[in-house]
């Protein structure tokens, strides 16, 4: 944490595009400074570091630490400033806020009047674009001038009245919206906490769970719902419906959170990021589904929105938004079996990886090592999938996620079988089985893809025909828990058995 906090002016420099850079040194120079300020010099020094060095800098600019700590926060504060600059027509809610240090400082002026003038367009604004909370600081500063100066304002009649109602309402408003997202978030860490319910036993604890975490709120009948609150309350089901395992009414849920976006066409603009999830939800559920129509569907969606060039989308929104599209591709590729076009899309994936367009997390990127693997598998390239396989089980972050874990060890321990390499798989089957004992994550499929590799390992190749067979009928089974059917999605052993079972 340390040497992120004390490299955060270099992370910065180095994440501005070239337009930021150049609105900067204007800003800059408009302040009064000139091109030879040292803490323009600062900027141009550590813009061409390749990593941060403070030692380098101080060398460069030939100045002592103290100086240098001093210059480094002042060159943070002129780049936040030059940013915030840059964004205030484009993001409503920097906007908003400047609208209110605008209005404070009239007040103290002594112009009341010309200061509720700007809080009422500033209040306005705030309702359009669903700023519940802007809106409800709008208000309390209205009523601090309408209470110290009730004279100067009265020329409305009932307009005291008309704040206090207002104030109240947006109050319950908010209260109520906060209270929402509060269960958004509880139930969503309930499925990072616990997973899915495997049975009756936990279908009734979290149906229980569900029930508690909405006693005792407000009566949200009693106030006009907000966008806020309506996403909220959809993806606080979908998530509900998702650990208990019933996929129709997650997707359900996904699809009423796109819904609400095209009533509310405004809100795509002003969190395109929220747009992009809700999108990805319903083309995840889709895809557990196989429905490969309507993921296709809400895709094309997706890589519209992105490729519009009307549409100008920061760096966190580009980023998460080509995350989702490479998922929803992924599994686009994987229903149709397209294992060609996963093979090709996973080259692009890593290509943007390794150049550094493309810099997800790295539980994100585990996950995309996985699908990338899982690509390599379809096309028999098993030498590249154990390459992804290793990058996965080798991270020592310790933050993925169990199932991925699982699944990425199995396949591992199915290429080295596909090579040949049966001494490994052997000794690599014993870890497995620890863990498939000690986790909530392992599935009856899990097991039956070690189970079988272990009858094949005590084999001669010629008697394996009716152990991928048996494998086959095993996993022939409609009634299956959605547990298990989930798990055969990630974990397709129909790629397997394509290879050594006649069509």
């Known amino acids: 944490m340390a040497t992120a906090v004390k490299d955060q002016l270099w992370r910065l420099i180095h994440s501005l595009s070239k337009a930021e850079k150049r609105s900067f040194k204007l800003y800059a120079t408009r302040a009064g400074s000139t091109v030879d300020s040292k803490f323009i010099q600062l900027f141009d020094v550590l813009d061409r570091l390749p990593e941060p060095n403070d030692d380098q800098a101080m060398a460069r600019m030939k100045i002592t630490s103290g100086q240098y700590s001093n210059l480094k926060r002042h060159l943070y504060q002129q780049l936040l400033t030059s940013l915030r600059l840059i964004y205030i027509d484009k993001e409503i809610d920097i906007e908003l806020r400047e609208q209110l240090d605008f209005a404070r400082i009239l007040y103290g002026k002594g112009h009341y009047l010309d200061a509720l003038r700007i809080l009422e367009r500033a209040k306005a604004k705030a309702v359009e674009h669903n700023q519940d909370l802007l809106h ?7 009523k601090l001038i309408e209470a110290r100066h009730i004279t100067l304002s009265r020329q409305d009649e009932d307009k005291l009245e008309y ?14 919206t906060s209270e929402l997202f509060n ?12 997973g899915h319910s495997r049975g009756p036993e936990d279908e009734l604890v979290n149906r229980e769970f569900w029930k508690s975490i909405q006693r005792g709120h407000i009566d949200r009948d009693s106030v006009a719902h907000t966008f806020h609150q309506k ?3 959809f993806q606080a089901a979908m998530w509900y419906n998702y650990i208990q395992l019933q996929l129709d009414d997650a997707l359900e849920s996904a699809r009423n959170a796109i819904a609400l976006f095209e009533i509310s066409r405004h809100m795509v603009m002003k969190d395109p990021d929220l747009y992009l999830r809700a999108l990805y939800y319903v083309t995840l559920f889709a895809y557990l589904n196989r429905d490969e129509k309507m993921v296709a569907r809400y895709l094309r969606r997706m890589e519209d929105f992105l490729s519009n060039e009307n549409i100008l989308l920061n760096e966190n929104s580009q980023l998460i938004g080509h995350t989702y599209q490479y998922l929803s591709q992924f599994n686009h590729h994987f229903l149709r079996r397209d294992g060609a076009a996963a093979y090709a899309l996973s080259l692009e994936v890593t290509a943007a990886y390794t150049e550094g367009r493309f810099l997800p997390n790295e539980q994100r990127w585990g996950l995309f090592r996985y699908k990338c693997a899982a690509a390599c598998f379809l096309t028999h390239r098993f030498g590249e999938a154990l390459d992804h396989l290793n990058e996965i089980i080798n991270l020592r972050s310790g933050i993925l996620r169990e199932d991925l874990l699982i699944n990425s060890r199995i396949l591992h321990a199915i290429c080295h079988f596909e090579i040949g390499n049966l001494a490994l798989v052997d000794y690599h089957l014993t ?4 863990l498939l004992r000690k986790s909530r994550e392992a599935a009856e499929v899990h097991r039956l893809a070690i189970s079988t ?3 094949l390992l005590k084999c001669p190749p010629n008697e394996h025909l009716p152990i991928y067979q048996q494998l086959a009928r095993d996993l022939d089974q409609p009634t299956r828990h959605p547990f298990e059917q989930k798990a055969l999605v990630y974990l397709n052993l129909q790629d397997w058995l394509n290879l050594h079972t006649p069509a």
């Open 163 to 176: 704040l206090v109602n207002e104030s109240a309402e947006r109050s319950f408003s908010v209260l109520n």
């Open 231 to 233: 996403i909220n309350r």
């Open 453 to 455: 590799l272990r009858r």
């Open 183 to 194: 269960i958004n978030i509880q139930i969503h860490g309930r499925y990072i906490e616990n």
């Open 431 to 434: 870890g497995l089985s620890r």
């Open 136 to 142: 409800l600081e709008i208000l309390e500063f209205q």
